[in-house]
């Protein structure tokens, strides 16, 4: 489903495609997707997206925002919102819909296919619309995951629907905690 000579768009929910390959049981190397789909057509833009905590001294994700910074992808980023819910629980909200949605309409002039690593199913009027103007999509997410990751709505509107699963000998790696005790049995 992809051509050689067409220009590619990235466009990564970062939160929702670490959940999708967590689910999988497997992380995802930034690298090896880059390079996957740079072979898969002219890669234009990778854009990944992503809300930080700004309160604490360190985030977890800082590291990976970083590499991803300095490793051909253009971060988008904003102030996560902290608050408690009805029972009392300390919640994250950092939504980033608006901030892809806005991107991808701005670069559709310039791309023939754009890639959506998301299963949000709010995305389903922004591959409408991508569609009318004449941009090819895909999305990649799992349905072999319980609950499925990919809104049914969002998976029929696709050009093309790419399991993350059948991704995972191309892009995906052990996760860390398996890294790490793979290393100490080997120690």
Do not use: C
Not at 11 to 25: E, P, R, S, T, V
Not at 126 to 132: D, K, M, P, S
Not at 144 to 160: G, V
């Amino acid at each position: 489903m992809f051509y050689r000579d067409e220009r590619l768009a990235l466009f990564i929910d970062g939160a929702n495609l670490y959940a999708a390959a967590k689910a999988l049981g497997f992380d995802i190397d930034y690298k090896l997707l880059r390079q996957e789909f740079m072979r898969r057509g002219k890669l234009l833009r990778a854009f990944y997206y992503t809300a930080l905590l700004e309160s604490e001294e360190y985030s977890p994700i800082r590291p990976l925002v970083d590499w991803l910074h300095y490793n051909g992808f253009t971060l988008v980023t904003k102030p996560a919102k902290e608050y408690t819910d009805a029972s009392g629980r300390r919640k994250v909200k950092g939504n980033m819909d608006i901030e892809l949605t806005v991107d991808a309409m701005e670069l559709a002039p310039r791309i023939d296919h754009a890639v959506l690593f998301s299963g949000d199913g709010d995305f389903r009027p922004l591959v409408e619309a991508l569609q009318r103007a004449g941009v090819r999509i895909s999305v990649v997410s799992t349905i072999r995951s319980q609950p499925p990751m990919i809104a049914d709505e969002l998976r029929r509107q696709a050009d093309n629907f790419i399991e993350l699963a059948e991704l995972r000998e191309v892009i995906g790696r052990p996760p860390r905690e398996e890294q790490q005790a793979a290393r100490s049995a080997s120690a």
